[in-house]
């Protein structure tokens, strides 16, 4: 039983477009959401988080809106670039101190 | 900053064959984690400390043992290799508040034959 989901194995657009990167969960009592990005031969790298008791958070190009009714939660990258061509891991926690649980991640291709 | 640094970065061992990673942390984080990534997967738990001495099953322990006798480090131990623990395997570590992330290592490519 897969906790945490991310349905789009893939994701291409075009250099200067909008990404939406989605996530979907299924435990009621996770509280913290994150994203991060990870290139190949390397670790991911935190990207940004979200707490429950929000529904959007900012950073730079960055923005993840979370929908708590319907389990959901999606990260904007605006604009695209092609540095931002990596595999995208949402992932969650039922605390605010510990350990997360990971979605299988999406892999983004911005195009120049 | 070294961050967070796994030993060794690659390793073949023969089926039944032991052997330890390490992984080593500057950022005096308290929490520490071990997970595996295999092909067209996402990070799955296998053990994680919360401090010092301290040490917890994660979504996937079994055929993996660790240890944490100093706050730096946390090792990973294969007793018994087996075929299907070939992986990627990423140490992390982070401060007690999930909000802030995990800083993960450069991971282990670790092929039982």
């Known amino acids: 039983d897969q906790q945490v989901k991310q349905n789009s194995p893939s994701l291409s657009v075009q250099e200067g477009r909008i990404s939406i990167l989605n996530c979907d969960y299924t435990n009621s009592m996770f509280d913290y959401f994150l994203w991060y990005k990870k290139y190949p031969a390397e670790g991911p790298t935190f990207l940004i988080s979200?707490?429950?008791?929000?529904d959007k958070n900012e950073d730079g190009r960055f923005t993840v809106f979370l929908n708590k009714s319907a389990k959901h939660l999606s990260l904007h990258i605006v604009p695209s670039q092609p540095g931002d061509s990596a595999v995208y891991f949402c992932?969650?926690?039922?605390?605010?101190?510990?350990?997360?649980?990971f979605g299988d991640g999406t892999t983004l291709t911005v195009k120049p | 900053n070294a961050g967070v640094t796994q030993t060794p970065k690659f390793r073949v061992l023969k089926t039944g064959q032991s052997m330890t990673l390490l992984c080593a942390q500057d950022m005096n984080h308290e929490y520490m984690y071990w997970y595996r990534q295999d092909p067209g997967m996402g990070l799955r738990l296998i053990h994680y400390s919360v401090g010092e001495g301290t040490t917890a099953k994660g979504e996937v322990p079994d055929g993996y043992n660790v240890s944490r006798l100093k706050k730096q480090n946390f090792l990973l131990g294969l007793e018994s290799a087996a075929p299907s623990q070939t992986s990627v395997y990423f140490c992390?570590?982070?401060?007690?508040?999930?909000?802030?992330?995990?800083?993960f290592g450069s991971g282990t490519r670790l092929t039982v034959v």
């Open positions: 992390a570590s982070s401060f007690p508040r999930t909000a802030y992330g995990y800083t």
């Open positions: 979200i707490s429950s008791i929000k």
């Open positions: 992932a969650a926690s039922a605390s605010n101190a510990g350990k997360s649980t």
